[in-house]
Structure formats: C-alpha cells, structure tokens
C-alpha cells in the first residue's frame, strides 16, 4: 500500500502534507481508505469482467478514475 500511496497516488507531492500529529493521523486514514476502495473497484470490475483482479493495474485505475471523475457527465 505505502508503494502505492509513493508512486501512484503520491504524484511528486510531499508525501505528507499535515502539519499536526492528528492531521497526519487523518491522513493516512483517508490514504488508506481511499487505497482500500480503489482495491475493491479493482476486484469488482474484474469479477464482472471475468478476468483475474491482479491482471488490473493499479496505477492505471488511478489515472481513469482521475480522467473519470473531472468528467461533467460523471455522477458518483
């Protein structure tokens, strides 16, 4: 996961942007939540798409759903 948060969800930024020992806390969290549900979209997809969940690149999920999201169109 931190590997992730490194390379993927990380994008040249400081690592950790908070301040204060609890807003680092919360952080992490959101860093691991957010882990977390890219995970199981990965799963899901996959799952629907009958193809095995490894075979879905991480980063590459990332990127869509940076695309996907900035869309007008996109309704969560």
């Known amino acids: 996961m931190i590997g992730h948060h490194?390379?993927?969800?990380?994008?040249?930024r400081p690592v950790l942007r908070s301040k204060t020992p609890k807003l680092v806390?919360?952080?992490i969290w959101g860093y691991l939540l957010?882990?977390?549900?890219i995970s199981a979209l990965i799963c899901s997809a996959a799952t629907t798409a009958g193809i095995d969940p490894d075979r879905v690149r991480f980063k590459r999920t990332v990127r869509l759903m940076r695309r996907r999201v900035g869309d007008p169109?996109?309704?969560p």
Not at 34 to 37: P, S
């Open 6 to 12: 490194k390379t993927d969800l990380g994008e040249g």
């Open 73 to 75: 169109s996109f309704s």
């Open 25 to 27: 806390e919360q952080e």
């Open 34 to 37: 957010t882990h977390f549900a």
